[in-house]
């Protein structure tokens, strides 16, 4: 059974700091990797992919992946109120790139 | 609007009374999936669909039955309500294009008594 886990949190940080979110991964032979934002209510939606190792950035979002470790994370940087929400870690296993396994997800708290 | 639309939004329904939820993607994508998401469990993907006419389990397809006849629909039925069916249900859809990109509905709220 791939496993994807995460922190569930509440992880608070203050307004303008960097929060890091933390997922790691059992199948070794995953090929990409996702981080969803999702507001409490809402559905999902993608904030980040990546797919080889190292760092990815996007605007104030990093994300970081280390194979080896079997381990990707994501960074906010200058963490606004508006970033509260619960965050997924989502993993591709198979060869047709449509079995997603999902995390239960880290819930982030900004401060003002 | 490019969407994903679910109907209905909210359900209840009791043990064993067959029901079924509509997803329909207006983006003319080849992949859809349906999740369900519970407290503490995150997203579960039950089933996926690579093109009309293929389907696929997930990790939970237990209880559920799909079927893609035409490229924009993909609906779940339940043949036989379980309480442990309720929970919360995504549909979404990515096209091949921008095959990871998944767009979600805006989800079914289903309670089984």
């Known amino acids: 059974q791939k496993e994807v886990e995460q922190n569930s949190g509440p992880l608070s940080v203050p307004e303008g700091a960097i929060a890091s979110l933390n997922c790691t991964y059992s199948d070794r032979g995953s090929q990409s990797f996702f981080w969803y934002r999702q507001y409490s209510g809402k559905s999902p939606e993608l904030i980040m992919s990546?797919?080889?190792?190292g760092d990815k950035e996007d605007g104030r979002f990093t994300a970081q992946l280390n194979k080896a470790s079997q381990y990707v994370s994501l960074l906010i940087r200058d963490s606004q109120p508006s970033d509260s929400a619960t965050y997924l870690c989502a993993v591709i296993g198979d060869n047709y790139g449509q079995n997603f396994v999902f995390g239960p997800g880290t819930r982030l708290s900004v401060l003002p | 609007e490019a969407q994903v639309t679910q109907n209905p939004r909210y359900l209840i329904t009791v043990t064993g009374k067959k029901l079924t939820v509509t997803c329909s993607q207006n983006m003319n994508h080849e992949y859809m999936s349906w999740y369900r998401q519970d407290p503490g469990l995150g997203l579960r993907q039950i089933y996926y669909?690579?093109?009309?006419?293929?389907?696929d389990k997930g990790d939970v397809p237990e209880g559920y039955k799909v079927s893609r006849k035409e490229k924009r629909n993909f609906p779940l039925i339940l043949e036989s309500p379980s309480p442990n069916q309720t929970s919360l249900y995504f549909c979404?859809?990515?096209?091949?294009?921008?095959?990871?990109?998944?767009?979600f509905g805006p989800g079914t709220r289903l309670t089984v008594l």
């Open positions: 990546i797919y080889s190792n």
């Open positions: 979404a859809s990515s096209g091949s294009g921008s095959w990871n990109e998944q767009f």
């Open positions: 669909s690579m093109n009309v006419e293929v389907t």
